[in-house]
């Protein structure tokens, strides 16, 4: 028995999860209803949606405020609920580094406006790929002034870059998947043709760490710098070292037969989603290190289906780890904020 495509979405997120390794897009999209997500997430995934906020607002309206920032980081800090004190402080550190970095690269990029029209910014799509529908948002499209190009950027907050992952973004899915959104989005300004060029938009997080967090020798207390202070320190750093903490990948021209082969490649990938059997997938244990060598957030309920079978987030050894999404695909999700 198979899956039923009726009404089937995808996102670009959960088609490269699927592409990752089978079982954890199960986890995250189908088992519980609408998928399940880890309680405590990692703290990169709440820089990375900061991030993306603050550039969204910057583009749209060319201001940052700081206190906006602050309380978009306040508010995404109270969302986690209770966490343990040393996850708190360590979260606290790497937002208020956040907010730094976004008035580093506003600093840095003051003159984007004058170079580029930006057409759409974090626009939503909807396109048909094979049987099904696939979803998602867009960064930003935008045209260049000199040229009269058209093109997309995607914003990347990493921990390191270099030159070899770029090498790879003509395969790269989302990218190709991105190509046919922003043909979709921008039809009246591309007129039915693909766009021109695409280019991440690479922000390198800081490495600066807040002084003082332990007591100095002699002192029975640690006093903690100032996160404004620490804020202030760390968009310097942008400030006084762009080519360090700041790239834009060179532009890659989009090539129609590039394109059509991925779509093929990315139809295959959903055929063979469709005709997995009902139940728990395979798991690609060659998937299981995850990010920046931190271990998959589901590697204890995929323990525990190997020791003891069943779905492995209800095992008693997960308890308190997992609970159920409400939504299948939260990043659609639009808010007003």
Not at 26 to 40: A, L, N, P, S, T
Not at 86 to 115: I, P, T
Not at 255 to 279: C, F, M, R, T, Y
Request: aromatic share 12%; hydrophobic share 35%.
């Amino acid at each position: 028995m198979t899956k039923e495509k009726n009404e089937t979405v995808f996102t670009q997120s959960r088609l490269m999860t699927f592409m990752q390794c089978e079982r954890l897009e199960w986890f995250k999209y189908q088992c519980g209803g609408f998928g399940i997500k880890v309680v405590r997430p990692e703290s990169y995934y709440v820089e990375g949606e900061f991030g993306h906020y603050a550039l969204e607002h910057y583009y749209k309206s060319n201001l940052m405020l700081r206190e906006n920032l602050i309380k978009r980081m306040d508010k995404q800090i109270k969302a986690l609920g209770e966490v343990d004190p040393q996850f708190m402080q360590d979260l606290e550190q790497d937002m208020a580094a956040m907010v730094g970095c976004c008035y580093g690269y506003k600093s840095v990029y003051a003159g984007d406006k004058e170079k580029y029209d930006f057409l759409y910014i974090e626009e939503p799509f909807e396109i048909e790929v094979g049987d099904v529908t696939v979803r998602g948002r867009v960064d930003l499209v935008l045209r260049e002034k000199k040229t009269g190009l058209i093109g997309f950027w995607e914003n990347k907050f990493l921990t390191a870059f270099s030159a070899d992952n770029y090498a790879v973004l003509p395969l790269a899915p989302q990218q190709l998947v991105y190509t046919l959104a922003v043909k979709e989005i921008a039809k009246k300004e591309l007129k039915g043709k693909l766009p021109d060029f695409y280019q991440w938009n690479i922000i390198k997080k800081s490495a600066l760490r807040r002084k003082g967090m332990k007591p100095a020798k002699g002192e029975a207390y640690a006093k903690p710098e100032d996160l404004l202070q620490f804020q202030n320190r760390v968009q310097a750093q942008y400030v006084e070292e762009p080519d360090k903490m700041l790239l834009r990948t060179p532009a890659k021209t989009i090539e129609s037969a590039a394109v059509a082969s991925a779509v093929d490649n990315i139809k295959q990938h959903l055929a063979n989603w469709a005709n997995l059997p009902e139940g728990v997938p395979l798991a690609r244990y060659s998937t299981c290190e995850g990010k920046y060598g931190k271990p998959c957030p589901f590697i204890n309920a995929c323990t525990a289906i190997a020791l003891r079978g069943g779905e492995g987030w209800t095992d008693p050894t997960c308890t308190g780890m997992y609970v159920k999404k409400t939504v299948q695909h939260e990043e659609l999700v639009v808010t007003k904020d």
